[in-house]
């Protein structure tokens, strides 16, 4: 009989410990297919973040590092020099890239470490049990905004892919979303657009992909999908930010 | 081979290199600073890679993935740099990374100052981050010997699968010296078969990781690591001792200090005192037996550190109240000279001049 459809081989075959309704699912799959897909998930050394994903070294299929929070660019890095000839990635959320990790994210970005970064943003720390994070939108209530986050005291949230998109060695810069199927298609896109950037040993790429947590924004998964289509894009629009000259 | 004169960060690089490590990632610090310096200079001379990081945070979990990947791996910087790495030092401990860490120490608290000190003792010998976890501390007196101890650190490094750090000051870091590279140049590091290198489909995952949810694990973790720390105690153990047996007093001192010890003895002896020395080599672990062989009718231990009594507390652990301990310390950058050392001496022998 033949086969119509597969798991990919880039994950492992454990159940994740994500919540019902969260995107890291789809992330996680759109990820591991892109390495299968582009012929180097055996040669892939993967980095992991602290955060909801602090357990991805569990679930993708190819070597990994546990890093400590925030330094995944930096622990890339050294994989990398070491390793020129390997695929690295980093798969970070934004408490773990936008706040503690910024400078780390800034300094392998203006390198041009040729490292590829799978960013997820969704606007809250989730593990730690929904504090806010730089990139929670004004009024956004969270454990540690209870009144919404205020502009005044607590800043804008901060847009990473257009700060990263200023930086020279940022070959590749895209934001997109997983909130619908045509945008999962859109971002799988991205992500293996990125990934040959590495592979053509271009510079840095970096992925932001809009993501939801049902659980900490007390929604429902579909209304949690809906939240971040009405909220998130309009304020992180989606889009192509940089990619190399040639393939413009 | 021949002697060449070189300033102690420099021998620090030429050491790393001909011990074949092909990996330097740090940040600038006084004073220290020429190891990177001179690593950017040579390094890619000999297909090795220099990466200047934004932080000394950024440049130790860089030597947390070089390490990881199965790279030899060096890092070097002075106390407040150290104090920033305790991070990535942790977790290299945790997830039992070999690597080598070099720390010209400076006068502190806080920003401090820029000329040698013995400060960071606490820091080094007993963990510095976050949980249960110690590193092999090494302890150069001399520029020959930081050569040396550089190139036996990786080893030890890969062997034990641990973070080494070389504990010296600006002192060691600044001064010129003779040094002989004693060891074969083309040194080979030890097949890393845990090394995340790509599974190239052959085998499972390798996972670079300290991370143990359940509790469980994590204090069986420990458990290995402690024995990994026993081991350790058992067998490297290095220290150089001088005539303890009959010495009306012992000093107690390591690097620098040491050094300047050996002078005030000199001058002591002349007098027709009978001193003694031991000087750690290895910081962690630490030569406490070599205190069982001081004659036990002395009048003392003297304990000399350009700090306010650290190693102080090894030695009373190791004396176990038997012997008298004193101690005479310079902090702040301030180097003790040999007649103060000397003065010090006579103050508890009684009847100097």
Redesign the interface.
């Known amino acids: 009989m033949a086969v119509i459809f597969q798991k990919t081989r880039g994950l ?1 075959d454990v159940p994740t410990h994500y919540c019902p309704g969260c995107t890291h699912g789809i992330i996680h799959r759109l990820v591991a297919e892109c390495l299968e897909e582009l012929g180097v ?5 993967g ?1 992991a973040p602290v955060g909801c994903s ?2 991805a ?2 679930y ?9 929070h925030g ?1 995944a660019p ?10 020129p000839d ?2 690295v990635f980093t798969y970070q959320g934004d408490g773990d890239l936008a706040s503690i990790g910024t ?2 994210i ?2 392998a970005a ?2 041009g470490e040729k490292i590829s970064t799978i960013f997820v943003n969704n606007a809250i720390y989730g593990m730690t049990g929904g504090q806010m994070a730089p990139t929670t939108l004004v009024g956004q209530k969270t454990t540690t905004s209870p009144y919404g986050r205020d502009k005044e005291t607590q800043g804008s949230p901060i847009r990473m892919s257009e700060l990263l998109a200023t930086i020279e060695g940022a070959a590749f810069v895209e934001r997109v979303a997983v909130d619908t199927p045509a945008n999962i298609r859109k971002a799988k896109k991205a992500i293996k657009e990125c990934f040959q950037v590495q592979i053509d040993r271009k510079g840095f790429g970096i992925v932001e992909v809009l993501s939801t947590c049902p659980t900490n924004w007390g929604l429902t998964p579909p209304e949690a999908l809906k939240w971040l289509e009405k909220n998130m894009i309009p304020y992180y629009p989606l889009g192509n930010f940089r990619r190399p000259e040639e393939v413009k | 081979m021949s002697k060449v004169l070189m300033k102690g960060n420099e021998a620090v690089g030429a050491a790393a290199i001909a011990a074949g490590c092909r990996y330097f990632f740090g940040y600038p610090i006084t004073p220290q600073s020429e190891v990177p310096e001179y690593l950017s200079r040579e390094l890619p001379k000999v297909g090795g890679v220099f990466v200047q990081a934004e932080s000394e945070v950024a440049a130790i979990n860089m030597v947390y993935g070089a390490a990881g990947a199965g790279g030899r791996v060096l890092t070097s910087s002075s106390s407040p740099g150290i104090a920033l790495k305790q991070e990535g030092i942790s977790y290299l401990a945790g997830a039992e990374l070999p690597c080598v860490i070099v720390d010209m120490m400076r006068g502190g608290p806080g920003l401090g100052s820029i000329q040698p000190s013995q400060t960071d003792y606490f820091l080094a010998t007993r963990g510095g981050g976050n949980g249960d976890y110690r590193l092999l501390v090494l302890a150069p007196s001399d520029v020959q010997e930081l050569v040396d101890l550089i190139m036996l650190g990786f080893d030890l490094a890969d062997e034990y699968r641990n973070p080494v750090m070389i504990l010296g000051d600006g002192m060691i870091g600044q001064m010129m010296e003779p040094v002989e590279f004693k060891e074969d140049l083309k040194r080979e590091a030890p097949e890393k078969p845990w090394a995340t290198t790509g599974t190239k489909g052959a085998r499972k995952p390798n996972i670079i990781n300290s991370l143990y949810l359940e509790a469980e694990l994590l204090e069986e973790h420990n458990h290995h690591l402690q024995a990994k720390y026993e081991k350790m105690r058992q067998k490297e153990v290095r220290v150089e001792t001088y005539n303890i047996e009959d010495a009306d007093l012992v000093f107690a001192a390591y690097g620098t200090t040491a050094r300047i010890v050996k002078t005030a003895i000199a001058k002591l002896e002349e007098e027709g005192h009978k001193v003694g020395l031991i000087r750690p080599i290895t910081l962690f672990p630490y030569p406490y037996d070599a205190f069982k062989n001081i004659n036990p009718n002395c009048k003392g231990v003297l304990t000399v550190e350009m700090n306010a009594g650290q190693m102080l507390d090894d030695v009373k652990i190791a004396v176990e109240g038997k012997i008298p301990t004193h101690f005479y310390g310079r902090t702040g950058g301030m180097v003790p000279g040999p007649a103060e050392i000397a003065d010090k001496a006579r103050e508890i022998l009684g009847g100097g001049r």
């Open positions: 492992t998930l055996d040669d892939a050394i980095v602090v357990m070294y569990k993708f299929n190819c070597d990994m590092h546990e890093a400590a330094r930096a622990v890339a890095t050294g994989i990398k020099r070491v390793r390997n695929f400078a780390e800034v300094h203006h390198r």
